[in-house]
């Protein structure tokens, strides 16, 4: 069985995010970038799948510039038996990487694709959803158990929704996308980031691939949140619901 699983390099989780002053999008010059959190999870979920032996190989794909190779190094130091890369400096929304990893499918022919349930630079949501359709394979998205049954083919997905865990059987070749809860990812260690620096990366672009990269949407304005107000320090109860009352209205 063989796993692809995709791995978004996106600004890294803790930078503090500015706005460009053109408001076209936020600032990733001079800012450090690593793979998207829920890819982690992804890969993690995809490497052990492997170890279990249920699955023989876990390919990860990163598609976007150059310095993708680098979020892809991260994930072969993970343990991804090889990567690939398809690069595009163009800007890239969920129905672009969708049709992408479909053509990507139809090459590789994974028995299941493995994608983070949203990217946190974007937070569409949207992608894992789109090549799931356009494969029209089923899917299983917020998954925070997967199990998997390699003779019947069958993966059991938990996944959170709002009332609690909803299980759901997919037929695979099956679209998962991974909630927080799913697993702990592990750290490469430097042994495996030696080791990574030989694994493969194959090349293509969106061209080769036959992918035209257009989209429908347009991101018309990029603005921060409000700022927060400075909060006050009340001496008492009795102030606080003078204040709830007569300033806030809420009591
Ligand atoms: P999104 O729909 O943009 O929130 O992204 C959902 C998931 O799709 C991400 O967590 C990634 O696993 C995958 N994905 C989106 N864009 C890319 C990309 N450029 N390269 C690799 N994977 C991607």
């Known amino acids: 069985m063989k796993i692809m699983v995709a791995v978004k390099r996106v600004v890294d989780y803790a930078v503090k995010i ?12 001079n800012v450090k970038m690593s793979m998207n959190p829920f890819c982690e999870i992804a890969l993690e979920e995809a490497l052990r799948i492997r170890e279990s032996g249920l ?8 598609i976007g510039p150059s310095q993708c190779v680098d979020t892809l190094r991260t994930g072969l130091a993970m343990g ?23 053509k ?52 059991t997905v938990d996944r959170e929704v709002d009332d609690g865990i909803e299980t759901v059987r997919l037929n695979l070749p099956a679209v ?10 592990r750290y490469a260690t430097l042994p495996n980031i030696m080791k990574a620096k030989s694994k493969p990366i194959k090349k293509f672009t969106p061209e ?15 603005t921060e949140p ?13 102030e606080l619901i003078d204040k709830l009352k007569n300033e806030a209205n809420v009591i």
Not at 18 to 29: E, F, I, Y
Not at 125 to 146: D, E, H, I, R, Y
Not at 226 to 238: C, F, M, Q, T
């Open 18 to 29: 500015r706005v460009k002053p053109d408001k076209t999008g936020v600032v990733t010059q």
């Open 55 to 62: 699955a023989s190989e876990v390919v990860a794909v990163s």
């Open 80 to 102: 991804a038996n090889r990567g690939i890369h398809v690069e595009s400096t163009a800007s890239l929304f969920p129905l672009s990487v969708a049709k992408i990893f479909r």
């Open 104 to 155: 990507l499918v139809e090459i590789e022919k994974p028995d299941l694709l493995i994608l983070g349930k949203q990217a946190i630079d974007d937070d569409c949501n949207q992608t894992g959803q789109m090549v799931a359709g356009l494969l029209n394979w089923p899917q299983g998205t917020f998954a925070s158990k997967v199990v998997l049954d390699k003779e019947k083919r069958v993966a």
């Open 176 to 185: 998962i996308t991974t909630d927080l809860r799913l697993n702990q990812p």
């Open 208 to 222: 080769e691939l036959n992918v035209e990269i257009k989209s429908d949407l347009e991101i018309v304005e990029v």
């Open 226 to 238: 409000p700022k927060r107000k400075a909060g006050v320090i009340l001496s008492s109860v009795d």
